[in-house]
């Protein structure tokens, strides 16, 4: 059993899908946790409540991963409330289909801010306070759509492969610091993120088929690797990208 008392982590995009999966993991773990959220302030707290049952505290904190002025606020909130950030999961994100030569740069632009920029930001204010404390982890969450690409959703795989190159910048600078940064890339999961696809009868028959193992992951699947990650099992992997895809790509 992995046991990460008294540590503190700090997950964008914690309310639902692999960042509720990767909260309450945490949690049962005996991390206290501080998650980030959109909107749909009921649905984050009932993920926090079901946190703070297995750890005793969870803050909710409601930001736009795009926005400094945000980012800041829920980092001031989690060393307000809780002192500091031993583990950082950096996420929140999106997935919309966009064709090149018809998506707009607005569709880009959200993509990119959000998936990129959003990951940037939050590892930009929590590593000054990660090398204060002389260690701690950040692991971002890919897609294998960052390692291979993805027809009609370009921007989502620039977004994730830009995810990748910018952990491995981070992983060589933030090492002799103590702080060690990894990416978890998910193939297929099924979240509401995917749902209007996965539901679909042709379509996921189609999918699991492609995949060795013959399913799509749960959210749950993730999580496990966000919690080794996070645990001192893995304190000798260092900007590397750990696939959760059940073989369907493989690259490692």
């Known amino acids: 059993m992995i046991s990460l008392n008294n540590k503190v982590a700090l997950i964008t995009g914690g309310s639902r899908?692999?960042?509720?999966?990767?909260?309450?993991?945490?949690?049962?773990?005996?991390?206290?946790?501080?998650?980030?959220?959109?909107?749909?302030?009921?649905?984050?707290?009932?993920v926090a409540d079901k946190a703070a049952r297995a750890s005793g505290s969870c803050l909710i904190i409601q930001a736009d991963m795009s926005k400094p002025a945000d980012v800041k606020k829920a980092v001031k909130a989690v060393m307000s409330n809780f002192g500091r950030i031993d583990i950082l999961v950096n996420?929140?994100?999106?997935?919309?289909?966009?064709?090149i030569g018809k998506?707009?740069?607005?569709?880009?632009?959200?993509?990119?801010?959000?998936?990129?920029?959003?990951?940037?930001?939050?590892c930009n204010e929590v590593v000054p306070i990660m090398k204060k404390q002389r260690g701690g982890k950040i692991i971002n969450i890919a897609s294998t759509a960052g390692q291979r690409?993805?027809?009609?959703?370009?921007?989502?795989?620039?977004?994730?492969?830009?995810?990748?190159?910018?952990t491995k910048g981070i992983a060589v600078e933030l090492g002799p610091h103590k702080i060690i940064a990894n990416c978890v890339s998910p193939g297929w999961v099924?979240?509401?993120m995917t749902s209007h696809v996965l539901h679909r009868?042709?379509?996921?028959?189609?999918?699991?088929?492609?995949?060795?193992?013959?399913?799509?992951?749960?959210?749950q699947d993730i999580a496990g690797a966000v919690l080794f990650l996070a645990s001192d099992l893995s304190n000798h992997i260092v900007g590397a990208v750990i696939n959760v895809n059940g073989g369907s790509v493989l690259y490692g």
Do not use: C
């Not at 960042?19 to 707290?45: D, N, P, R």
């Not at 707009?104 to 801010?113: I, K, R, S, Y």
């Open 17 to 46: 899908g692999i960042g509720a999966a990767a909260a309450l993991m945490l949690a049962e773990a005996g991390v206290t946790v501080a998650f980030t959220y959109a909107s749909k302030k009921k649905q984050a707290q009932a």
């Open 91 to 99: 996420n929140a994100g999106v997935w919309k289909r966009g064709a």
């Open 103 to 122: 998506i707009t740069e607005q569709q880009w632009d959200e993509t990119l801010d959000i998936n990129l920029k959003g990951t940037f930001l939050f």
């Open 149 to 166: 690409g993805e027809a009609f959703y370009s921007h989502y795989a620039a977004s994730k492969g830009g995810v990748i190159a910018f």
């Open 190 to 192: 099924d979240t509401d």
């Open 201 to 219: 009868k042709k379509e996921i028959a189609a999918i699991n088929k492609a995949i060795p193992r013959g399913k799509v992951a749960t959210p």
